[in-house]
């Protein structure tokens, strides 16, 4: 079997990221494999050869961001690109890992009209969405109850005013139905939110982690000093830091929990949105909890990003959109640390709810720091959670395992390779 790997930018999102490493672990078992990707960067199209895949990246022209509910349809370069690669590669199936960027649904038939059999790898919300989904919010709502994910015409127009597309989530569903043989979400939430929205069936086939080495003492000492942590109760906040991840709602928790544990700051990891770190050292002040506890690192990756976690005694994640799967969780499980995890979305398939760390509705800050008030004032408990996310991930979460998932997939698609 000639399999296509596709995702709009190489690389440079927690989607793409997961498509390479599914496309380079299916390598590793033998099969052949092309990825394409585009870049926006002028002169920036190359091929080159990957941990075993063909790398196809290939140039189409930026666009201003308005106008993405249109172009995500049909962007012209995009079809091209996937009409270029197909009639070089002749695959048999095409995977495709979120398109609606520069790739855009339209591509979708090009893939199709070579004869190549398509999945959609649903990784975010953006289908059935404008943007990023909160109008599934509810205060009342407690983990276990069912969540209402439908929108309609008239939640998004008021949302997203000037950007929204009538023609926008109608014309997807036609383009799956009609072009896409199969479609694979990231977690059941996910799939549950298309279904709502008259997108599926669907697949549920869990983000894989490969293993990874504990950082080295020297990194984490480094790293210790250089944010002046040691004696601290770290609190780690990481992923994009911005209003829908519930970082207002963490602060006014945050300010309950230093009361009572007066060592306790929180660690930021990654880029905040213009303003919004401003915005939240204006709410701690206010707040008493003082702008020294929070502490800011910006985006880390590699051992840097493992020795985060190793300072770290809590991970939370209070998003208010949705969150298709959570990799933040997944990766402070592997850790072994506590999470405390939004239940809007995916973090109610990768958390389990009171053994591995705890779901919470993050309206609810009262309740968000009586978790986190949990975890770091019973250290048997944080103990006890950290070994049983450790072990979740082994079970379900393991790289081998996702490609285990993907292979049999393929196999019920192409039954004769």
Same mark, same amino acid.
């Given at each position: +079997?000639?399999?296509?790997?596709?995702n709009?930018?190489?690389?440079?999102?927690?989607?793409?990221?997961?498509?390479?490493? =599914?496309?380079?672990?299916?390598?590793?078992?033998?099969?052949?494999v092309?990825?394409?990707?585009?870049?926006q960067?002028?002169?920036?199209? /190359?091929?080159?050869?990957?941990?075993?895949?063909?790398v196809?990246?290939?140039?189409?022209?930026?666009?201003?961001?308005?106008?993405?509910?249109?172009?995500?349809?049909?962007? @012209?370069?995009?079809?091209?690109? +996937?009409? #270029?690669?197909?009639?070089?590669?002749?695959p048999? %199936?095409?995977?495709?890992?979120?398109?609606? &960027?520069?790739?855009?649904?339209?591509?979708l038939?090009?893939? /199709?009209?070579?004869?190549?059999?398509?999945?959609?790898?649903?990784?975010?919300? +953006?289908?059935? $969405?404008?943007?990023?989904?909160?109008?599934h919010?509810?205060?009342?709502?407690?983990?276990?109850?069912?969540?209402?994910?439908?929108?309609?015409?008239?939640? $998004?127009?008021?949302?997203?005013?000037?950007?929204?597309?009538?023609?926008?989530?109608?014309?997807?569903? !036609?383009?799956?139905?009609?072009?896409?043989d199969?479609?694979?979400?990231?977690?059941?939430?996910?799939?549950?939110?298309?279904?709502q929205?008259? &997108?599926?069936?669907?697949?549920?086939?869990?983000?894989?982690?490969?293993?990874?080495?504990?950082?080295?003492?020297?990194?984490?000492?480094?790293l210790?000093?250089?944010?002046?942590?040691?004696? #601290?109760?770290?609190?780690?906040?990481?992923?994009? &830091?911005?209003?829908? !991840?519930?970082?207002? *709602? %963490?602060?006014?928790?945050?300010?309950?929990?230093?009361? !009572?544990? @007066?060592?306790?700051?929180?660690?930021?990891?990654?880029?905040?949105?213009?303003?919004?770190? *401003?915005?939240?050292?204006?709410l701690?002040? /206010?707040?008493?909890?003082?702008?020294?506890?929070?502490? #800011?690192?910006?985006? %880390?990756?590699?051992? *840097?990003?493992?020795?985060?976690?190793?300072?770290?005694?809590?991970?939370v994640?209070?998003?208010?959109?949705?969150?298709?799967?959570?990799?933040?969780?997944?990766?402070? =499980?592997?850790?072994?640390? @506590?999470?405390?995890?939004?239940?809007?979305?995916?973090?109610?398939?990768?958390?389990?709810?009171?053994?591995?760390?705890?779901?919470?509705? @993050?309206?609810?800050?009262?309740?968000?720091a009586?978790?986190?008030? #949990?975890?770091?004032?019973?250290?048997?408990?944080?103990?006890r959670m950290?070994?049983?996310?450790?072990?979740?991930?082994?079970?379900?979460?393991?790289l081998? !395992?996702?490609?285990?998932?993907?292979?049999?997939?393929?196999?019920? =698609? +192409?039954?004769?390779?």
């Amino acid at each position: +079997m000639k399999l296509l790997v596709a995702n709009d930018l190489y690389g440079l999102s927690s989607a793409a990221g997961v498509a390479v490493r =599914m496309a380079e672990g299916l390598a590793a078992r033998g099969h052949e494999v092309s990825f394409l990707a585009t870049t926006q960067e002028p002169g920036g199209g /190359r091929r080159w050869q990957q941990g075993g895949v063909d790398v196809h990246l290939v140039e189409t022209p930026a666009y201003n961001a308005r106008w993405r509910s249109w172009r995500s349809l049909n962007n @012209p370069a995009g079809v091209a690109a +996937m009409a #270029r690669v197909v009639d070089e590669v002749r695959p048999d %199936l095409v995977h495709v890992h979120n398109l609606h &960027i520069h790739l855009s649904y339209a591509s979708l038939a090009a893939a /199709r009209a070579a004869g190549a059999q398509t999945i959609l790898h649903v990784h975010d919300i +953006m289908p059935v $969405c404008h943007q990023k989904l909160f109008c599934h919010l509810d205060e009342r709502l407690v983990p276990g109850d069912p969540v209402r994910y439908r929108n309609g015409p008239l939640k $998004c127009a008021v949302c997203v005013r000037g950007r929204f597309n009538p023609l926008r989530n109608g014309t997807i569903k !036609k383009v799956l139905a009609r072009d896409v043989d199969r479609l694979v979400a990231v977690s059941d939430e996910m799939g549950s939110a298309l279904a709502q929205n008259g &997108i599926g069936p669907c697949r549920t086939i869990f983000n894989g982690m490969a293993s990874t080495s504990d950082p080295s003492d020297s990194v984490v000492s480094s790293l210790s000093e250089r944010l002046h942590l040691a004696g #601290r109760r770290v609190v780690m906040f990481g992923g994009r &830091i911005d209003r829908l !991840k519930g970082g207002l *709602e %963490l602060l006014e928790a945050l300010a309950v929990v230093v009361r !009572k544990v @007066p060592d306790a700051v929180l660690l930021l990891v990654g880029d905040a949105l213009p303003g919004f770190f *401003e915005e939240m050292v204006a709410l701690a002040e /206010r707040n008493g909890v003082g702008q020294h506890r929070l502490v #800011r690192t910006g985006w %880390l990756s590699g051992e *840097e990003l493992r020795a985060a976690y190793a300072l770290s005694d809590v991970v939370v994640s209070p998003s208010l959109c949705f969150e298709s799967f959570g990799l933040v969780n997944l990766e402070a =499980m592997a850790a072994g640390l @506590p999470v405390v995890a939004s239940m809007w979305g995916g973090p109610s398939d990768v958390v389990k709810d009171g053994e591995t760390g705890f779901l919470v509705n @993050p309206l609810q800050t009262a309740v968000l720091a009586d978790r986190l008030l #949990r975890v770091l004032q019973d250290e048997a408990l944080a103990e006890r959670m950290g070994v049983a996310g450790r072990a979740r991930v082994a079970h379900l979460f393991s790289l081998e !395992k996702h490609l285990d998932g993907v292979e049999a997939l393929h196999a019920e =698609m +192409m039954p004769s390779s």
